[in-house]
């Protein structure tokens, strides 16, 4: 074979060859890099370790720090870097509100020092600590059932002097004087019946403002006041004196142990 043909099929047999590496090698795909996501940023911030109580005293057992991130709570919140003694800072408060178990502890309901006493602790600004008189057998608070921190309507019973003596029998009459209270605290005790607690005792301390505190306050005088037990759903609500109207209220005439109903006019 001549060389000039030897020299053609040689460049023939490795332009082949070449096309074959060119088309037949399969692409490689590239690699992706996995970025490790950034650490987050956390606080170790003060929670209940149980479930807290309006008026309880923190100690040591109720407190427990958790890692949060890093501006998901409030300002009020309380941090482990806030002070190098920052449990002791905190025992001893009294909860001016309920806490659940692992919920943050805030500064602003807790109290501490010389004004930490239970009523006046949870106490809201301006307003007043009332106690009224009750029936320690439940006669005048739904049963002994009603607890601190409901809400109740209040219902003045008392005896109608000058309706008496027009009608020569005892007259009584009855009005709702306020309504939506909030219930401080009932008695010293509480006890359990059929698995539920209920609160003995015979007084019941409401939160009342000043002229709420005047009404309930003549309306003991001149007669008996019975607790009416309201909704959960009404706590939302604000305390208010009632707003009776005279002609629909009704007077109740005993006469020989006999009630009967008669239109108040």
Known sequence: ???????????????????????G????????????????????????ARDL?????????????????????SAAAIRKTDSPNIVEDIKGSVARANFLSGEPLRRDKLVKGP??????????????????????????????????????????????AEASKAAGADVYGSEVILTNVRVLAIGPNIQEKNGEKVVTGETATLELD????????????????????RSMLDANQGAEVAKNNDDDSDLTIIRYGIAAQAAKH
Do not use: C
């Open 25 to 48: 090698k399969t692409p490689q795909v590239p690699v992706p890099v996995i970025q490790a996501a950034p650490a987050i940023e956390t606080d170790d911030v003060m929670v209940a």
């Open 210 to 229: 000043s002229r709420q505190s005047q009404v309930i306050t003549l309306a003991q005088r001149v007669g008996q006041l019975s607790l009416v037990l």
């Open 115 to 160: 004004n930490a006493g239970f009523l006046s602790a949870i106490l809201p600004s301006g307003a007043r600590a009332v106690a009224i008189n009750i029936d320690s057998r439940g006669s005048t608070s739904a049963g002994g059932f009603i607890l601190p921190n409901d809400h109740v309507d209040i219902i003045h019973t008392y005896r109608d």
């Open 53 to 73: 109580s309006m008026g309880d005293v923190i100690t040591d057992a109720d407190i427990a720090f958790q890692a949060w991130p890093r501006g998901s709570t």
């Open 1 to 23: 074979m001549k060389p000039a043909r030897i020299a053609v099929a040689g460049i023939a047999v490795a332009a082949g060859v070449g096309a074959m590496l060119m088309f």
